[in-house]
């Protein structure tokens, strides 16, 4: 089925370990996005990517690196892990003439 | 600084009756609106929108209506039904900024049979 595919599901991990998010839309989509999702928060937008090769913050960067690895796959990498990191990430893509964004099921990062 | 408000973190609704979720904002730059709904250990899926132009969209069992003066939206579901209960958010953006879509803090809603 078409949409948007996010690994793992799953991950535990011990502050300071580093992790990578793997995010992969096949919608020939242009704009991909990292959301974050915590408690009593809506979903907070990390970092986006208007197109293939372009990156910028969104409102909660710190701590996260992206990279725009094609016009298929967006990745969110935490070089050093902390537990305020714990939170389900969710990657989403968008075409760009229609104001719908399409969500992968997420990924629940747990840091001990 | 919250400027996409769901203020109900759950709304209970009879089956059959209807569901009135709402959501107020404080941008007055936003000049579009979404809703989502999400279940459990799935993504946020696409609802219903609207345009800062009109004050009402509706989609089969689902209405959108805007107040823009009151800065006010909300979802309506008519009938309700049990695949109904699930977490919805409500979300804003504004042109020239399309890529950053602010969300609201959702209204989890429990239809009961």
């Known amino acids: 089925n078409a949409g948007v595919t996010q690994t793992p599901k799953f991950q535990v991990l011990k502050t300071g370990q580093s992790m990578t998010l793997q995010c992969a839309q096949d919608?020939?989509?242009?704009?991909m996005y990292w959301y974050r999702q915590d408690p009593g928060m809506g979903l907070r937008l990390i970092y986006y990517?208007?197109?293939?090769?372009?990156?910028d913050k969104g409102e909660v960067p710190n701590g996260y690196n992206v990279s725009r690895l094609n016009k298929r796959e967006f990745s969110l990498r935490l070089e050093s892990a902390a537990p305020s990191q714990t939170s389900v990430y969710f990657c989403?893509?968008?075409?760009?003439?229609?104001?719908?964004?399409?969500f992968g099921d997420g990924t629940r990062l747990s840091i001990l | 600084d919250q400027q996409v408000k769901q203020n109900s973190p759950s709304l209970s609704v009879q089956e059959g009756r209807i569901s009135i979720l709402n959501c107020d904002y404080t941008?007055?730059?936003?000049?579009?609106f979404l809703w989502y709904k999400k279940y459990p250990a799935e993504g946020p899926t696409f609802l219903i929108s609207?345009?800062?132009?009109?004050d009402k969209n509706e989609d089969g069992r689902f209405t959108v209506f805007l107040n823009k003066s009151a800065k006010h939206l909300s979802l309506h579901i008519v009938p309700s039904q049990p695949g109904d209960s699930a977490v919805y958010f409500c979300?804003?953006?504004?042109?020239?900024?399309?890529?950053?879509?602010?969300f609201g803090t959702g209204t989890r809603l429990t239809i009961i049979p």
């Open positions: 989403a893509s968008r075409r760009d003439v229609l104001v719908s964004w399409h």
């Open positions: 919608m020939n989509h242009n704009s």
């Open positions: 990517s208007a197109s293939e090769g372009t990156t």
């Open positions: 941008n007055s730059m936003f000049d579009y």
């Open positions: 609207i345009s800062s132009i009109k």
């Open positions: 979300a804003a953006c504004r042109q020239g900024s399309r890529e950053k879509l602010t």
